[in-house]
């Protein structure tokens, strides 16, 4: 069972013969798993985030995309490949801007397309899955270290959003350099932004902190330029959604204002994320097609409303970073330092 894998909390299990994912909408306060049997499920809870951040979108699409082939399997064995591309666009559809849902799709479909006519796909492509899974957490590990060896001496660091075990197959990539640190005596505290609306660094980003006592202090938003201004952290280290082939990064709506105010004050801006969330067939930023989600996200809190009646909100998810505000980019095949396309396309040829 691939739970056993990590030490570190686990967002995705395969189990039973059936994909098993942790409500991420109410953490901190309930512990519960969902266990889902169809693809539909895992397309809906990939929408309504019961599951989120870039590789866990991805790896659940795959283990979706193997329940798709049983259920397809069973309904014809003769006709399962072409009923299976419905599920496949539905999940493509689920969210646009984190590329390692595309990647994981793009890589269950090339399996799918070469499988031997009338042999049932469950099990080839559940190995695929769990390979993904797997893959997965040991980049993060690989990251953990690259990235720690970046910090050398003990200080503080902020972070955005959930980018840890949570938002991955385990141990996370931003949250996966901050545990390698903290271990190694390097980070000391951890400033996390709550992150309107969802509140993944107040829900999930402190949770995984407390869990492994690593030091964590909330901010809202809009204090971290203070922050920085008082000197109190030396790093921003943050996960990514998609990365261009020129270093462009999106990320969690606020990234961008980090990476300014970071730039500003001389404080390091580190990027974490696995070459799966690299998409090299996008030239910059610029055409990163950033989620836009529902007004009511921002106009309510916990279902209420809180908002002055006849206010309207702007609610992209994502933001784009310029390369040129990044100081590193950290994926397993190794750091790239001060980003550009040349550099960019170096490291993906390392593969
Ligand atoms: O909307 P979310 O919660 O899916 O956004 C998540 C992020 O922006 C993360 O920083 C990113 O996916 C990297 S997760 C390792």
């Not at 999940?91 to 793009?106: G, K, Q």
């Not at 980070?187 to 993944?200: G, I, M, N, S, Y």
Request: glycine share 6%; charged share 20%.
């Amino acid at each position: 069972m691939v739970a056993a894998m990590s030490d570190t909390v686990q967002a995705i299990r395969w189990e039973n013969n059936h994909l098993v994912l942790l409500d991420q909408r109410i953490l901190p306060r309930d512990i519960r798993y969902l266990s889902l049997d169809t693809c539909q499920e895992t397309t809906q809870a990939i929408k309504d985030m019961v599951v989120r951040g870039a590789p866990a979108i991805g790896i659940s699409a795959a283990y979706g995309i193997v329940l798709a082939a049983r259920q397809r399997w069973r309904e014809s064995p003769a006709t399962w490949r072409q009923n299976l591309q419905q599920d496949l666009e539905e999940l493509a559809a689920s969210r646009p801007t984190a590329v390692n849902l595309f990647w994981a799709i793009d890589k269950m479909r090339r399996i799918i397309e070469k499988l031997p006519v009338g042999q049932n796909p469950e099990k080839a492509l559940l190995e695929a899955a769990q390979q993904i899974h797997r893959d997965d957490i040991e980049a993060n590990k690989t990251m953990g270290e690259l990235g720690a060896a970046l910090i050398n001496q003990p200080c503080a660091v902020l972070t955005h959003c959930n980018a840890g075990a949570l938002a991955t197959g385990g141990y996370g990539t931003a949250l996966g350099v901050i545990r390698s640190a903290s271990a190694a005596g390097n980070v000391q505290h951890v400033f996390a932004d709550e992150t309107r609306p969802w509140l993944q660094g107040a829900r999930l980003t402190a949770w995984e902190m407390v869990q492994e006592n690593i030091p964590v202090t909330l901010l809202c938003e809009g204090a971290s330029a203070w922050l920085m201004r008082q000197k109190k952290v030396a790093w921003v280290i943050v996960g990514a959604d998609r990365i261009a082939a020129n270093g462009d990064v999106a990320n969690k709506i606020g990234t961008y204002n980090l990476a300014v105010n970071a730039r500003h004050h001389g404080v390091k801006m580190m990027v974490v994320a696995p070459t799966t969330t690299i998409d090299m067939e996008i030239a910059d930023g610029s055409a990163i097609p950033i989620e836009q989600r529902s007004q009511d996200e921002v106009l309510n809190v916990n279902g209420q409303p809180m908002a002055a009646t006849g206010a309207d909100a702007w609610n992209p998810a994502f933001d784009v970073t310029p390369a040129a505000l990044i100081d590193a980019i950290v994926t397993e095949r190794g750091v790239i330092f001060q980003p550009d396309s040349v550099k960019m396309a170096a490291v993906m040829e390392n593969g």
